[in-house]
């Protein structure tokens, strides 16, 4: 995008003009900082600042640009990281009150790698309580405003993150993904996201519970956003394990042999979403693509509902207060099957859990098959636009309008989880903007360890749809 704003311009340009002595570090840490200035009232993105420390950071790496030391990847770039990442001497929070005084000694290890990498991270973004919530709002903060509608939400959990990354608060953002956490932000605000592979990203510090975990959650992401593909794999490529290996991309994004599953009767799309996906899809074929419209894994959509979403229950489960656990074990036998679903994930045991990553190894096999014939696959994101602010009820007992009647909350996550829970790499990009101009996204999911085959598909759909857009609350 043409703009003589720093701040609205992709990571990799800004970094190209620092290395250029176009702007200084210092100077592009306080046209951020006026950017946040200017509307933080009305987003509510950033909750807790660090400001003197990165302004020192800037300063330091200022001189050493100047003396012409060696500087690392992202030397003097500012950014934000989730309040779920633990980042030394910053409050962090995890959305949960218990911690609001919470400044831990130590980095989680995606937010040291990019330290190490020269970032400038001075402040901290919004999320619901224990990453547990498809909204960013907790009792402390608040809730995060999304930069196209402030009356409605950003998404979650990652909501504070996309905000940020939407409105050129910051160029980047380190988000958290179990349910959709980095995916569904990404689409309802209209910017890029990643989700890498199970495993290549550390979660050390990642706090989705107290005491902070030792062992890594089942499902969970830690990965970019960012307003281009170029930035997801610039980060990407920082905070992945040094011991990770990624395949390489398949080939070049138009050579490479597309699908597409555009909707399914077991969640089926608004039609504002939908009209918005196949318009993108058909720009994406006229530019020399040829996509598979009727592929498909060889199980079914509705697997999500037997598999996926109650091990994504029992990944969250350990959050669960000893009270709210009781609650859910009394509604294992709910008449609602949401809310049954949710109980039975939550409370399941080893024996349970054990048989549905059985059931879940199979669906992986699936997938591999699936990704021997296809290089991609297009998906929706969710089946509705950003929805306006929820205060009442929770992630299971909430309904949002659908074209034929409400429909559960839940609904959010079953194309995001349909990916998340086999472990596959996930880019969200955006695909279009409703005549309403809500914002629209599409995911490129991937073969395991097939993220530099998404990204270099991304960035040819960006190309093609055009991207990110500066949103109303900027322009």
């Not at 050579?255 to 720009?283: F, G, K, T, Y």
Request: hydrophobic residues 40%.
């Amino acid at each position: 995008m043409a703009t003589d704003d720093i701040t609205l311009v992709t990571a990799t340009d800004q970094l190209a003009a620092l290395n250029r002595r176009e702007i200084s570090a210092v100077e592009l840490l306080q046209a951020h900082l006026v950017r946040q200035d200017e509307i933080h009232d009305q987003v509510n993105a950033i909750v807790t600042l660090d400001i003197d420390r990165a302004m020192n950071t800037a300063r330091s790496i200022d001189d050493d640009r100047a003396t012409g030391r060696a500087l690392g990847p992202m030397a003097g770039l500012p950014m934000t990281v989730k309040d779920a990442l633990a980042t030394a001497g910053i409050r962090s929070t995890g959305g949960a009150a218990e911690l609001l005084d919470h400044v831990p000694d130590a980095d989680a290890e995606v937010v040291a790698a990019t330290r190490t990498a020269g970032a400038v991270i001075w402040g901290k973004s919004n999320l619901p309580r224990w990453s547990g919530d498809i909204q960013a709002r907790n009792p402390m903060f608040g809730a995060t405003n999304n930069p196209w509608d402030l009356s409605r939400g950003p998404g979650g959990s990652s909501g504070g993150a996309a905000a940020a990354v939407a409105s050129g608060i910051t160029p980047l953002e380190i988000g958290t993904d179990i349910g959709g956490s980095i995916r569904l932000p990404a689409h309802f605000s209209g910017v890029c996201g990643h989700k890498p592979s199970y495993g290549t990203v550390s979660q050390r510090g990642y706090i989705d519970r107290w005491p902070v975990a030792r062992v890594e959650a089942d499902i969970n992401g830690v990965g970019p956003l960012a307003r281009h593909p170029d930035d997801l794999e610039l980060l990407l490529e920082v905070i992945r394990r040094p011991d990770s290996t990624l395949d390489a991309t398949r080939g070049a994004a138009r050579d490479l042999r597309v699908a597409a599953w555009l909707d399914d009767p077991a969640c089926p799309l608004n039609v504002d979403v939908a009209s918005v996906l196949n318009e993108a899809v058909a720009e994406i074929e006229a530019s020399g693509v040829t996509i598979d419209r009727a592929a498909r894994p060889s199980h079914r959509f509705d697997d999500v509902f037997s598999i996926g979403l109650p091990l994504l229950m029992a990944t969250l489960s350990p959050g669960r207060t000893d009270d709210e656990f009781d609650d859910l074990m009394a509604k294992r036998d709910d008449p609602d099957p949401t809310m049954r679903m949710r109980a039975s994930g939550s409370t399941m045991s080893h024996r349970e859990w054990f048989r549905l990553a059985e059931e879940r190894e199979a669906r992986r096999n699936s997938w591999a098959d699936f990704f021997t014939q296809h290089d991609v696959l297009l998906a929706p994101v969710a089946f509705t636009t950003a929805f306006e602010h929820v205060d009442s009820g929770n992630l299971y007992t909430r309904r949002l309008p659908g074209d034929d009647g409400d429909r559960p909350y839940a609904d959010l996550l079953s194309w995001t989880v349909q990916f998340g829970y086999v472990h596959l790499p996930v880019t969200v990009v955006p695909a279009g903007w409703t005549p309403a101009g809500l914002p629209v996204g599409i995911q490129i999911v991937g073969p395991y360890l097939g993220d530099r085959t998404t990204l270099e598909f991304a960035r040819l759909v960006h190309e093609v749809t055009g991207g990110w857009r500066v949103p109303p609350i900027v322009a």
